[in-house]
């Protein structure tokens, strides 16, 4: 039976590379626009990238020290 070719992994390997040559491209890209900052800090290079990235890993963070805090033991709904 053949494999569904979303899990081959040729396939996989060849949308990580195609992901990541678009991310780089979009980066890159920053090199040829202009920005029109509000604040210093948003105009520069990959801001978009970097401070994406950086949010991402807050809310992660985030998100594991308030389960850490909700938690209950394995007994709480007992009676």
């Known amino acids: ?40 800090l948003d105009g520069t290079f990959g801001f978009g990238a970097w401070f994406g990235f950086a949010s991402c890993v807050l809310l992660i963070l985030a998100a594991k020290a308030l389960g850490w805090m909700l938690k209950r033991p394995d007994t709480y709904y007992d009676s």
Do not use: K, N
Request: charged share 15%.
């Open 1 to 40: 039976m053949d494999d569904h070719w979303l899990t081959r992994d040729s396939t996989i390997r060849l949308l990580w590379i195609v992901f990541a040559i678009a991310l780089a491209g979009t980066v890159l890209m920053d090199l040829v626009v202009h920005h029109h900052p509000y604040f210093g």
